[in-house]
């Protein structure tokens, strides 16, 4: 089955759902290596959730001006998320979850933007 041919603005918006996945992805690689330094030093375990906390700050921003679905209420509370104090467990866990949700979020997006534009019907 031919794909129908997608308008600029489908496309302008899947390249930007795109650069969100790509933000996900190193936010993955993040909180993997925050799950893998558990044990690690406080140290370790701050600056990482540090990083987390202002890539996901970046990517509420950006989200927020691009309007894309609700990633960028996601993406505030794992920032909010990896910035508070608590337990290493439970920290892990929340923004493990927070990513997957992310992906999900994303994935709809992408297919709600693949969809092709109704054709205006009279009135």
């Known amino acids: 089955m031919a794909q129908p041919k997608l308008t600029a603005d489908q496309v302008r918006r899947i390249e930007e759902i795109e650069e969100f996945r790509h933000a996900t ?7 993997a290596e925050l799950e893998s ?15 987390i906390a202002h890539e996901s700050a970046q990517m509420r ?13 996601v993406a505030g509370t794992m920032s909010v998320m990896a ?14 979850d927070a990513v997957n949700n992310l992906y999900i ?6 297919k709600h933007a693949k969809t092709p534009p109704e ?3 009279p009135a």
């Open 83 to 96: 910035g508070r104090g608590g337990g290493i467990n439970m920290k892990v866990r929340a923004l493990g």
């Open 119 to 121: 054709p205006n019907k």
């Open 25 to 31: 992805d190193r936010l993955k690689r993040f909180v």
């Open 61 to 73: 921003q950006r989200a927020l001006t691009s309007n894309i679905g609700t990633i960028a209420d």
């Open 37 to 51: 330094n558990r044990a690690g030093q406080t140290r370790v375990i701050q600056q990482l959730s540090e990083k």
């Open 105 to 110: 979020q994303l994935d709809a997006a992408l």
